[in-house]
């Protein structure tokens, strides 16, 4: 929590054992499997070190998020840890992430922990497992999105984020599109159709371009309070 609020207070030894976990490869014995990373916690601890260190850590986060023995949740951990480093990556290196980014956004690899949590998913089965995540899609967009340098890098991102939509959670895509300032701005009438977050994106949106016109309307009255807020919340934000 400290280290969130100013990571330029912690301590040497701590910061160093941050570091050291995050870019020391993996190990893996056969048949076990874990569950869990702290590295998210991790990469706030280390987010004041140069870029050239910031460039292996975010390396091997990258090559643990297509790991086949880990799961979609560790892996999207592992993504969620790259984002929080985002911003000290040295630019030769933002080009290479982002494609690998892109990559792990649309044929990541097969992951053995996700099968073996299936098998306990039929709802006549006498031992199940719910609630776990199997797609680590969503984080890898998010991280495209803080990479993308460009026009043509955020059109892609942008039509990444909508293929997603409906598949599990509207939530990361809609992280992703935040990112992405104006390339989402011919899209509000699309955004209005969709989940709550999706809405709320767009009413913020649509305060700032007021087109269409008739949108505002329909988000004031929107049926989730979440909207009708974020609208609120905009337009309080405005200058008179």
Request: hydrophobic share 40%; proline share 3%; charged share 25%.
């Amino acid at each position: 929590v400290l280290a969130q609020q100013d990571s330029a207070e912690v301590d040497t030894s701590v910061r160093a054992e941050a570091l050291d976990r995050l870019r020391t490869p993996l190990t893996h014995a056969s048949g076990v499997y874990s569950t869990g990373t702290g590295a998210t916690a991790d990469s706030l601890l280390i987010r004041n070190a140069p870029s050239e260190v910031i460039d292996t850590v975010v390396a091997e986060l990258l090559l643990r998020a297509d790991d086949p023995h880990l799961s979609s949740g560790d892996r999207g951990e592992y993504l969620l840890a790259a984002v929080n480093l985002s911003d000290r990556i040295g630019h030769s290196m933002r080009g290479h992430f982002f494609s690998t980014a892109i990559r792990l956004a649309t044929s990541p690899s097969y992951s053995d922990h996700d099968e073996l949590n299936a098998q306990f998913t039929h709802k006549l089965g006498g031992f199940r497992m719910v609630g776990t995540p199997r797609d680590s899609r969503g984080q890898a967009v998010l991280l495209a999105a803080v990479l993308a340098k460009d026009e043509d890098q955020r059109d892609r991102v942008r039509r990444l984020a909508y293929s997603l939509l409906g598949q599990e959670s509207d939530y990361w895509p809609t992280r992703a599109l935040q990112h992405l300032g104006d390339a989402i701005k011919d899209d509000l009438a699309f955004l209005a159709t969709q989940g709550w977050a999706l809405r709320s994106l767009a009413a913020i949106s649509w305060v700032e371009h007021g087109q269409p016109e008739h949108l505002g309307t329909r988000f004031a009255a929107d049926p989730d309070v979440r909207v009708r807020r974020a609208l609120a919340g905009a337009l309080a934000g405005q200058s008179l």
